[in-house]
């Protein structure tokens, strides 16, 4: 088979302070708590800073409905949702990398998710008051209202023929009432449960979903180009967990251990953010050491550097694919180090109680894709092309979408 080049989708520093045993009492913008103030802040609802009524995302902020639906009612059927996962990939498969030549783009230029964050990271650099004026000039802030009219439009009427056969037909349901959609539908209470408000939860979801668990499998796809060596072990483990379970199961995915540490140290080596724990207190707080924060303060901590900090990474400048997965083998630490769990220095996904609901979705389908791709393809980066380097965009990190990775279609796949 001949080889066909494929483009895959989708700086500011920051001090990092070591040491502080008190927030200042006049607010300020932005405040960096050290690690040692993680447990303090763990059970405090987390904020965000995307401009949110410019980029449609406020709604996030209205209610913990998704946190809820994904908690109680997604994450409980994982396991049945792997098949349902495998297949949609099998079409994805023969859309993107169909085993011909030809150039093929993983082009999201048009997406919703790429808008909202070209929308934040404009308009974080213009003045609060400003902010009104500067939205009817920027063209990403017109698309991300057209996705959302597009979102309405497309999940209204569906929403209220679902709630028309509910209320006409029998208690039994068939599948296509087991997604997130139907989740929240059946969830939410008071204008949660508004057409319009499930539709524009449900977009949001997209950029939590589609947006940070293509990143992070991009750049766990880099590092595999980037470290070859590493590919035929971890094909090896695909195939054999794939063989003894007859197919993708949900207990396929637990046998992919050195897949899974693989993908957590390329995300230890390339964040998606460098910082994170974003907390907003609208009333002034004292904490259970005695520090005060005052209303209005913004506080977050430097979760790269944290975790870099790690006692148990001695060498943290080293790429050490296999890192966690020896660190799984100690005693006792059988069901720690992996991508979907948080510790106080790996908190990409939070930690405590508010620590990201959909993470354990994201790591399933992270193994999925890479999976299939170590099964069905060889890959490489194109002759005399290094690593693509990052994008830094304020404190967000992104892998280059200009970057090209050539697959060649195995003769003998597994999938």
């Keep these: 088979m001949t080889w066909s080049s494929c483009r895959p989708s ?44 410019y980029s449609a995302t406020s709604i996030l902020t209205e209610g913990n409905l998704h946190s809820r639906v994904l908690q109680s009612k997604l994450t409980p059927k994982l396991g049945a949702l792997v098949p349902i996962i495998h297949n949609e ?25 790429e808008h909202v964050f070209r929308a934040i990271i404009l308009l974080r650099m213009f003045p609060q008051w400003t902010k009104p004026y500067i939205a009817q000039l920027v063209p990403s802030i017109w698309l991300v209202r057209y996705y959302r009219y597009r979102a309405n439009t497309i999940l209204e009427p569906l929403i209220a023929q679902r709630r028309k056969e509910q209320a006409t037909s029998a208690s039994v349901r068939d599948e296509k009432f087991d997604n997130l959609l139907q989740f929240m539908m059946d969830a939410a209470i008071g204008t949660d449960s508004r057409p319009d408000k499930l539709a524009g939860r449900t977009l949001i979801l997209t950029l939590a979903s589609s947006h940070t668990t293509s990143m992070a499998a991009c750049q766990t796809l880099f590092q595999m180009c980037e470290y070859p060596e590493y590919i035929a072990e971890l094909r090896q483990e695909v195939s054999r967990a794939v063989q003894a379970d007859q197919g993708w199961r949900k207990t396929t995915l637990t046998k992919l251990k050195k897949l ?18 974003k907390r907003a207190f609208l009333k002034e707080r004292m904490l259970s050491d005695g520090t005060v924060i005052p209303k209005g303060a913004h506080t977050l901590m430097a979760i790269e550097q944290h975790q870099q900090e790690d006692p148990d990474i001695p060498d943290p400048e080293v790429f050490d694919g296999f890192r966690y997965y020896r660190m799984r083998q100690h005693e006792g630490h059988a069901n720690k180090h992996q991508f979907a769990t948080t510790d106080p220095y790996t908190l990409h996904f939070g930690h405590g109680k508010f620590s990201c609901p959909g993470r354990f979705l994201a790591s399933n389908v992270i193994k999925m894709v890479l999976g299939r791709l170590l099964l069905d393809f060889d890959f490489r980066f194109p002759p005399g092309q290094d690593r693509p380097a990052d994008i830094h965009a304020h404190e967000y990190i992104f892998p280059d979408p200009r970057g090209k990775v050539d697959f060649r279609l195995r003769a003998d796949t597994g999938a």
């Design 260 to 277: 899974d540490s693989f993908i957590k140290e390329s995300q230890r080596v390339h964040p998606p953010s460098l910082l994170g724990f």
């Design 10 to 53: 989708s700086s500011t520093s920051y001090e990092t302070c070591q040491k502080r045993s008190s927030v200042p009492s006049k607010p300020t913008p932005m405040q960096v708590y050290p690690r040692q103030g993680l447990e303090l802040l763990a059970d405090l609802k987390a904020s965000q800073n995307f401009q949110g009524v």
């Design 89 to 113: 990939l099998d079409y994805a498969f023969t859309q993107e990398l169909p085993g011909s030549n030809g150039t093929m783009s993983w082009d999201d230029a048009i997406s919703y998710t």
